[in-house]
């Protein structure tokens, strides 16, 4: 790294001294002065050319002096052409303001603004070097999706795994969550779970966001941590004058039939003779929702397949999330400019569950203590439970369990033009965290208790209390509280330089640093009442309420029961000595407690080369090396001590690429990419830890050993795009993993340490896999006034190496099979209705020691609507409606018609008033 440094100061000071060449800069905006990123320039009569980036700008650099002539290019635009003169050292500038409208047969077809996102987008994707995906803040707004994660599951390519009803973790080209990446404004964002490294995308609002790229073969200056892609979220830039715009507005959501509240406000302008760009926007959702939900666990006994576990649960939740963004630019002098910005993100989750629990459902029918009353319907015995979980009452946690989820950056950087070098720079700090402090359960339960089991439609199993007046009798368990807290910081750096070595190229090379320190510290503490039978010996003798509904969700037939009371929980004083007995559980946190150091450093060299006016070459490598430390804990069970563990690696990666690039015509594109990636294992999974439950006979293992799975990837993409904004493509990818990181779950282990007919869950790597896959995309307008917007992903997988399972031929976990989204819209003048399909197959989501322990994520089909109306030009109106298919998020275990979990959360409305106003 040294070398290189010093290579760098050496081109450098090299560069610095030759002042015979010029600089062409400038930038391109729409008659409204908007940015146009994406926009193709070419100085005519030669190959040298240029791309806009997301501010509109661009810049040529080591132009011989002399007279030229710029033409520039953007779908939905008319073509521009200006001349240009080019003095020994000098920088001249261009400004060019493109009219709207393409050339249609002799007529000239005008799009209305709700296209001009599209156009953004499309110009952009079609320009690129790489494979990407691009959707801009226009058209995040043509769709009805309050996060990031929703807006993302209509690429292609993309679906999302769901969380409270919410998109929350990706999946790209069937690659489970840990095996991409997201940034925001090409840096890494840190995670604020304390067992992954995923990103949360429900944390951030969909308006908080100018476009999303999703880069399906990363290039040699990207970082390789993205074996199916690498999300890059680009925030609001400073405009080109004036610019006012906002969101007010209000819904329902028919679960919890309580309002929603949203507000979004963007402020942006030019100071000081325009040297000083300055953006600041906010927004605030407040979500009161909700879930319901039934969860079972099956198992093989001599009788058949039956349950042994079953839950129906009852979720309350309130969401509020809070963001802002700020972004400052500063123009040195014609040649520099410096940028600071920043993002904050909060997201406080108010939850309370009632659970009840029907358990040891194997005892009573591996003895034979059950009775038939007709097929597949049981009279047997169990342990039932029925948990409340909640907080301590106060201003902050409301008795419920707060998670306190919290995500920052800030960037400092800056773009600087010489003769023949452009050095860009970045430093930034980031942060995630997530507190819940004061989290609280109380449960009672008895065992042997008479019950009624259902599995004669196993999609809708069923274990429920023969006799629901037994449930206020059941005795007293347990009562605890804990605290959590996990904190991701990361701090980055990054410096790059481009260098034309002649009018056919350009040599890229840089070094980056990103070090990275991962906490997670909890604690658990159970009390005791001294005095029980005062306290409520059973759960009819504590404030309670009965939260069944005859209109549940998942069936009428799941009477969830009464509970405690949550304000009831909240209020309980546990700290007086006098009423409870305090226990500090160690084994129920010590072992989850980790602290990780990670360190990358890496480096790249790539050229971009021009090799014809049609074709387009850009060859490079990566290198990136790794180093990690941790420390974790076991606990000896036995002897209830607690032992330090500790380990570390150290790993270098080679990671070369290449991607070609040919323009058979203006609009047609062909591209070839050849790339290596890599995705590091969770620091959760590395720690030599051993977590057990001596109640649910469940045990969890780290594993020190896991190596990164590193993958090679090669893509083929076509695309044809039309001047009146739309496109249509079909491509190919396909991916050979090896060392890939799966979890796998055993039943009936016995661990020398633990005992015997345990669950066990470990993460292991795997041998090989091989994922491949296509992809086809079509967007148009027809008949004027309206658009189609289609998409579908086909992918399939295959793995060896997965222990105790290598005559079976298994997916890769994470693989949908199936992808495809459908939008169909209507847009006139002020109108603008669309009605939109999202729909994603099932796919094997974690592995069993069997077929019959696999589980699996269910297919999925969402259908949403949305509408607005243009009052005036710059105010509109609108209504959306989301899930009108109530979706649930199911998972099933071995086979389809069995039922691991099913949660339903039902449609919700917002209507509300967007305006935009700018000079």
Known sequence: MKKFLLLICGIMATTLAAYSQGILKGKVVD??????????????????????????????????????????????????????????????????????GALEGAEFVVFGDRLKGQARALNQQKNNANITNIVSSDQIGRFPDANIGDALKRIPGITMQNDQGEARNIIIRG???????????????????????????????????????????????????????????????????????????????LLSNKPIWTGAVVLGNRFLDNKLGVILSGSYNNHNFGSDNIEAVWYESDNGTVLEEFDIREYRVQRVRRSATLALDYELSKNHKIFLSGMYNQRDDWENRFRMRVGRLDDSFDDGD???????????????????????????????????????????????????????????????????????????????????????????????????????????????????????EDLNARLDFKLPYSDKGILQFGARYRGKTKDRSNNF?????????????????????????????????????????PKFLGGLNLKNSGEFEETDLLEEYVPGNYNARENITGAFVMADHQVSDKFSLIAGVRVENTSINYEGNIFDIDNETVSPAAGSQNYTNVLPGVHLKFDPSENTVLRFAWTNTIARPNYFDLVPYAAFSPEDEELERGNPNLKAATSMNFDLMAERYYENVGLISGGAFYKDIDDFVYTITTQGFTDPQFGSDLQYSRPENGGTATVYGLEASFQRQFLKNFGIYLNYTFTRSSTTGIEDRDGEDLQLPGTAGNMFNASLSYENKRLVVRVSLNYASDYLDELGGEGFEDRYYDKQTFLDVNASYAITPKWRVFVEGNNLTNQPLRYYQGIAERTMQEEFYNARFNFGLKFDLFD
């Open 370 to 488: 059950y009775t038939q009353t007709s097929p597949g319907v049981y009279q047997t015995f169990g342990r039932v439970e029925f948990e409340t979980k909640g907080g301590l009452d106060n201003d902050r946690i409301k008795a419920a369990r707060l998670e306190d989820q919290r995500v920052y950056n800030l960037t400092l950087g800056g773009d600087h033009l010489f003769q023949k070098l452009k050095i860009d720079w970045n430093v930034t700090y980031a942060r995630a965290s997530e507190e819940r402090p004061n989290e609280r359960y109380i449960s009672y339960r008895s065992s042997g208790q008479n019950v009624r089991v259902d599995v004669s439609n196993p999609r809708k199993p069923l274990a429920i209390l023969s006799n629901p007046a037994d449930n206020l009798t059941i005795g007293f368990n347990g009562l605890s509280e804990q605290y959590g807290l996990t904190f991701d």
């Open 31 to 100: 008659e409204q002065n908007l940015s146009l990123p994406g926009a193709n320039l070419i100085i005519k009569g030669t190959r040298i050319g240029t791309v806009t980036n997301q501010n509109g700008e661009f810049s040529i650099l080591n132009l011989e002096s002399g007279s030229y002539t710029l033409q520039v290019t953007y779908l939905g635009y008319m073509t521009q052409e200006k001349e240009f003169e080019i003095t020994d050292g000098g920088t001249a500038t261009l400004r060019f303001e493109l009219t709207e």
């Open 175 to 253: 690659m489970a969550p840990q095996l991409n990446s997201v940034t925001l404004n090409g840096e890494r964002i840190p995670s604020a779970e304390g067992d992954n490294r995923n990103v949360q995308m429900d944390l951030i609002p969909s308006d908080m966001i100018q476009t999303i790229e999703v880069n399906k073969a990363v290039l040699p200056n990207m970082d390789a941590d993205a074996i199916g892609g690498s999300v890059n979220l680009v925030t609001r830039q400073a405009p080109n004058g004036l610019r006012i715009s906002g969101t007010a507005a209000s819904g329902i959501n």
């Open 525 to 565: 503490f159970e009390y005791e009442p001294l005095d029980e039978d005062s306290f409520g010996a059973t759960l009819g003798d504590v404030p309670n309420q009965n939260y069944s509904d005859p209109n549940y969700l998942a069936g009428s037939q799941y009477a969830v029961g009464t509970f405690v009371d």
